[in-house]
């Protein structure tokens, strides 16, 4: 029989009062099982016409104060934060049958988490993020190409490409974080995690 937690669902929710500490232990998990990009999530935002768009990115980062990503600021993903900053989140791990959907408010980096992290990126794909002007209409695939030798000439010093202003990270500060996972007969386990007034989590079970 499988160990249970103090609620009486699966021992891997754990009886923790932090849910970034619980998804650090699934987190984990699944960088150890997935066999590519465990950091991979659904985003979800909401652009000025009221309609949700969905895509994936990857998840850079992660601490108390919420889940990182980085890309264009100008893409349809960023403009739509900026007219509605409440975003979610969501993560599928098939390998582990679990699930998390984390909903927050989202905000820029600092600066100095874009330097340091775009320092890190491939000199490709510093270059391909001067080059892309993303989510804009191509006339021809040839273009985007000629863009990106272009700043390949203008920045041949791969130690030495700065990051682009309209290129940053975002930061999703949770108020509502779940943990699902899958059971027989679909009948569910569920964990709700809400962040409260004074910055304390309130922890509820939910019905699959």
């Not at 104060?65 to 960023?78: A, I």
Request: charged residues 25%; contains cysteine; proline residues 4%.
């Amino acid at each position: 029989m499988n160990q249970k937690n103090s609620f009486g669902i699966d021992l891997c929710f754990k009886d923790l009062d932090n849910p970034i500490d619980l998804f650090k232990e699934w987190f984990n998990e699944a960088k150890k099982s997935e066999i590519n990009d465990p950091n991979a999530l659904a985003l979800a935002t909401v652009g000025k016409n009221g309609f949700p768009s969905v895509r994936m990115v990857l998840l850079k980062g992660f601490s108390n104060e919420g889940f990182v990503f980085y890309t264009n600021l100008n893409s349809q993903k960023s403009n739509e934060i900026k007219s509605n900053p409440n975003a979610s989140m969501c993560f599928h791990w098939k390998s582990l049958l679990r699930q998390i959907r984390i909903t927050g408010e989202v905000t820029n980096v600092s600066d100095g988490d874009a330097d340091t992290y775009y320092s890190s990126r491939s000199y490709g794909s510093r270059i391909g993020a001067w080059a892309s002007n993303q989510s804009s209409i191509l006339k021809s695939r040839d273009d985007l190409l000629k863009s990106i030798d272009k700043f390949k000439e203008k920045y041949p010093n791969e130690n030495n490409v700065p990051r682009p202003k309209h290129w940053s990270g975002w930061n999703l500060n949770p108020n509502e974080i779940e943990f699902w996972l899958d059971g027989k007969d679909r009948i569910h386990e569920r964990l709700r995690y809400i962040k409260k007034s004074n910055n304390k989590w309130e922890k509820n079970i939910l019905s699959p």
